[in-house]
């Protein structure tokens, strides 16, 4: 079965400084993994995905993401944190072998402090 | 503008009265999907369509029905609410082509409230 760990519910960090939000996942087959941001009273806001190939991936805002195949991981990361990214993130997986379901973690709230 | 609408956002509503979630979206998308988001669980699908008259139980299906009657419109009906489905709703589509590795356009949410 298809599942997805995030296991920290909070995020603290500085502006200015660099921030990872951890995702674990666990998926038969090769996994399609992405992150999606939520802002307050918003839906869901596609950021990134990995499908093949590089494994650092760019998105939106400056997000980054690197899949690590041997640790079945995909964690967001940003060089330097705007106080605007503060939101709830949100990693999923599907794959090409369960091509109905989106399986999502249960999200991290990122807290960027002045 | 590429969009998925719902409504209504916000409805506050009692324990057993009929209330339908309207979806709709712009974007020509075969696949269309419910989710509610609870603390704690994440979002948890409800049902999804995978083309007009074309529709399947998610992982939490229990009280809730859907239709496709057109490629545009997914409502979600919920016949007699508990409180328990007090939750945020979301309407989500997707091309069907490449269904896996396509993102998922998400609507603005409905706050649900039953008491």
């Known amino acids: 079965a298809q599942s997805v760990a995030q296991p920290e519910d909070q995020v603290n960090v500085a502006e200015g400084n660099p921030l990872t939000v951890k995702c674990t996942y666990s998926v038969s087959g090769n996994p399609y993994l992405f992150w999606y941001v939520q802002y307050p009273n918003r839906g869901l806001q596609f950021l990134l995905k990995y499908i093949t190939g590089d494994n650092l991936v760019k998105g939106s805002y400056g997000f980054e993401a690197e899949f690590n195949k041997s640790q079945t991981s995909f964690h967001l990361k940003k060089p330097s944190a705007l106080v605007s990214d503060s939101a709830l993130y949100f990693c999923a997986v599907s794959s090409r072998d369960n091509t109905d379901k989106l399986i999502f973690g249960t999200g991290t709230r990122l807290q960027v402090f002045p | 503008e590429a969009q998925v609408t719902q409504n209504p956002r916000y409805l506050i509503t009692v324990t057993g009265k009929k209330l339908t979630v309207t979806c709709s979206q712009n974007m020509n998308h075969e696949y269309m999907s419910w989710y509610r988001q609870d603390p704690g669980l994440g979002l948890r699908q409800i049902y999804y369509?995978?083309?007009?008259?074309?529709?399947d139980k998610g992982d939490v299906p229990e009280g809730y029905k859907v239709s496709r009657k057109e490629k545009r419109n997914f409502p979600l009906i919920l016949e007699s609410p508990s409180p328990n489905q007090t939750s945020l709703y979301f309407c989500a589509s997707s091309p069907r082509a490449g269904l896996s590795y396509n993102e998922q356009f998400f609507g603005p949410g409905t706050r649900l409230t039953v008491l």
């Open positions: 369509s995978m083309n007009v008259e074309v529709t």
